[in-house]
């Protein structure tokens, strides 16, 4: 059975960073592509950014030179480094996971495995 186990989160002030981390069991964690999503209150889900399993990166513009994706393929394990947190960063943040090519995934509806959701607040 496919799991992703979240960890990390919680509340820090603006200007401040978290990391989230995601552990992948039950697939070739290598062979699929790994995104994070949030959801704030009243909103749609949107993506934040994702990697493909050769590790080219992308990212929504909100967050563009400010949180990391990565992964470690070793230890099956996804991670989001948020730096220069801002009020409007504040959300649920999800990972994701899918056997096909990032590029070919449009919108969070399209991904097949999920994290279980892990909060950040982050206060002015």
């Known amino acids: 059975q496919v799991q992703l186990v979240q960890s990390g989160g919680g509340s820090v002030q603006a200007g401040g960073s978290l990391r989230l981390s995601c552990t992948v069991s039950?697939?070739?964690?290598?062979?699929?592509?790994m995104a994070w999503f949030r959801q704030a209150p009243g909103k749609e889900r949107e993506g934040v950014a994702d990697?493909?399993?050769?590790?080219?990166?992308s990212y929504a513009d909100s967050v563009k030179g400010r949180f990391t994706i990565s992964r470690d393929n070793g230890r099956n394990t996804l991670y989001l480094q948020m730096n220069s947190l801002a009020p409007e960063d504040t959300a649920m943040y999800y990972c994701a996971a899918d056997d096909r090519w990032c590029a070919l995934l449009h919108g969070a509806s399209e991904y097949t495995v999920w994290g279980q959701g892990t909060q950040v607040t982050v206060s002015s």
């Open positions: 990697i493909d399993r050769d590790a080219m990166p």
């Open positions: 039950g697939y070739t964690f290598n062979r699929h592509c």
